[in-house]
């Protein structure tokens, strides 16, 4: 009957997951998305599909995730409450299930104005947590909100993000919670590059006893240059790039400075790795997808499991 | 209150350019206080205007008035005896003013001084914050008198969001983070317990109607 | 070619704190010069509003001067800040009807001057006419009538 989850899978069956994130194209041919899952899929478990990431109009990640299904990966599809409605959001959710779709993140996503459409209306009709909850419902008692029941309900796995590393840090770990609470299954996290901070917010969620509720997949966005990391620290709110990281990466000339973002992104997963309730890794190589078979490798997490 | 701002000299130009006789009409309520539809308000707007035509050589008489309230019958009837004797009428109200001078006068031809723009309240001298977006059921208990309908960029009811940073909201770094707000707040006065539970999604209806909203209140009609 | 012998008409609002006894030095040069000059003095230059600036220039004033006290010296702490804030805000109304905003000038008196009122007047008057009359056809009446 219905295709599972691959990514539910491989959690489920006590493998160190391995997801990552495509951006989709600025233009409606299909080849660019086709290319970057054919590249993926024999190193990674399933793939991310932004949705309008940063407020920038490029192809739906309901359509891109449609496309890498038809090439036989398992996508994420990433849903933000930014651009669309109540109805229009239960209604996608329902599409994405009917197409064979079967993991969803659930997002407020990025503001409108750090896009290139600052002039839209934001609708965010509903919040992030809203959507996991509805989600949820969908799939659990098959009904939309207001009750009104389905005639077939949806069957995604459901994700959400945190960032551990935004304020104020004594509520992210309640607010991880909250996201559990409202049904949340996986975790995706902002990108880790400083691990101790990290640390404390996993043991924080260890007290609470949240690795055993759900799963946690640790964020990873190789470094590409210097000016990539100083731009991460100082321009993008929430992002925690501690100055080891930026002097390691200015101690290396220009030409060495993307091989020294691997290894980074490298040391970054295996640490993770060994973090107690991390169970997988998520790889955000911005820009740079065609970078991720190389991290896998050399992180030892190739080849993946077969589930 | 709510806050409106000048439009600009050419949009206001432009609006009366096809009229020699206009009435500036400004509102003593809310505008004034936000200054910019208030008696010094108009007596400014006429004078520019004026010295304006004169600079162009047009002719152009403007009678200043200033209306207690411009949303209300009883105040807009005192520009009954004047009406009719211009061409056009510049109100420096808010909308509601605006269309309300337009309801009772329908013959007239009235034009927008102003950009209305939020509910707020005066933060200091010549600093106004919008902090009610008027959606009809009220939250603020849940969220320490904070709205984060209003406050937060992203309306969120569970918050905050990734990009709360230093008690900044990422959107803009002079504006505070609605939820950090809520929660120190919150901290503050031990009633965190109130972030338990998921806050269900807003029910929009009640600020966007069917149309306009409406308040009927049989007890205060005559 | 300065200013009074290019006929400008001069506005003179002043903070009163600048000269104890403004009103007794003012008035020969008002007495002298008529209609071409006219003094405003305020108890503090911040009690000054684009109102006033914007009647001064529609009641016939090709220059309106608003002189305060030295920065840091006003009575009232903020009052000349104030003034120099709102005569920007006149500044730029008077702009947007495409008037030069030179019509409109702010004079820091130096801390210490003992400059009388009707000297420093004598100063402004001597200075070079940057800004000729103002572009206003004056339908006369009305600006005279117009009394601030």
Known sequence: MKEESRLKNVLQGGHFAVTAECGPPKGADPKAIQKKGKMLKAFVDSVNVTDNQTGVVRLSSLAACALLLKDGLDPVLQMVTRDRNRIALQSDILGASALGIRNILCLSGDHQSFGNQPQAKGVFDIDSMQLIQLVRQMRDKGVILGGERLTEPPHLFVGAVENPFADPFSYRVLRLEKKVAAGAEFIQTQCVYNIVRFKEWMEQAGDCGIPEKVYILGGVTPLKSTRMAEYMSKQVAGMDVPDEIIKRMKSVPADKQREEGIRIAVETIQALKGMKGIHGVHIMAIEWEDVVPQLVEEAGLAPRPTV | MITAERKPLSEIKEMIAPYRKVLVVGCGSCVAECAAGGEKEVGLLASALRMDARTEGRDLEIKEMTLDRQCVYEFIDQLTEFIDQYDVVLSLGCGAGVQAVAEVFPRAIIVPALNTTFVGETKEAGLWVENCRGCGDCKLGFFAAVCPITGCAKGLFNGPCGGSQDGKCEVDPDTPCAWQLIITRLEESGRMNLLDKVYPPADWSKQQGRGPRKIVREDQKI | ?148
Request: glycine share 8%; hydrophobic share 40%; with cysteine.
């Open chain 3, 1 to 148: 070619m300065d200013q009074k012998s290019a006929g400008l008409k001069i506005t003179i609002f002043f903070c009163q704190r600048i000269d104890a006894d403004q009103d007794a030095h003012r008035r020969p040069l008002e007495k002298e010069l008529g209609s071409q000059i006219r003094f405003f003095p305020l108890p503090c230059s911040g009690r000054i509003e684009p109102l006033h600036l914007l009647r001064a220039l529609e009641s016939g004033a090709d220059k309106v001067y608003v002189v305060t006290c030295a920065e840091g010296a006003c009575r009232y702490r903020e009052g000349n800040i104030r003034a120099k804030k709102r005569l920007a805000y006149a500044q730029g109304l008077i702009e947007e009807i495409g008037l030069a905003k030179d019509h409109l000038e702010l004079i820091h008196v130096l801390a210490g001057t003992t400059t009388t009122i009707a000297q420093l007047a004598e100063e402004l008057l001597a200075r070079e006419a940057f800004v000729g009359p103002l572009p206003v056809d004056a339908p006369g009446q009305e600006r005279q009538q117009r009394q601030l």
